[in-house]
């Protein structure tokens, strides 16, 4: 029997570099692509130390995104709309009833 690993983040460490509290924005229904332009410009203001540590929780309508390994067969054929996207990956589905957070973080040990 091995011994138990250590946690990739103890527990009495925190991965945010701020200590202040996350504000919580809950946003709604939300278009993926106004949400992804959103979060690129609370990143960079994040980075600037403009604003505080905050989450986005919203929904989008139904869509597909399309990450840098979806392949042609993986798109839908019905019409539905897809955004490609710089993340890692295959296609995923967003749509109504499921609901996204999306930190906005300064981290403390940024990789």
């Known amino acids: 029997m091995t011994a138990?690993?250590?946690p990739f983040f103890p527990a009495d460490r925190s991965i945010r570099a701020d200590e202040a509290p996350l504000e919580i924005r809950h946003l709604g229904l939300v278009d993926y692509q106004q949400a992804w332009?959103?979060?690129a410009e609370l990143a960079?203001?994040?980075a600037a130390d403009e604003i505080g540590d905050q989450?986005?929780?919203?929904?989008?309508p139904s869509v597909y995104t399309a990450g840098k390994r979806t392949q042609p067969e993986d798109r839908?054929?019905?019409g539905q709309p897809v955004v490609d996207v710089?993340?890692?990956g295959r296609i995923?589905?967003?749509?109504?009833g499921?609901?996204?957070a999306y930190p906005i973080i300064k981290l403390a040990d940024p990789v």
């Open 4 to 6: 138990p690993r250590e």
């Open 37 to 39: 332009d959103l979060q």
């Open 44 to 46: 960079a203001r994040r």
């Open 55 to 60: 989450v986005l929780v919203l929904e989008h």
């Open 76 to 78: 839908p054929t019905n």
């Open 86 to 88: 710089d993340r890692g």
């Open 92 to 96: 995923t589905w967003h749509g109504e």
């Open 98 to 100: 499921q609901l996204v």
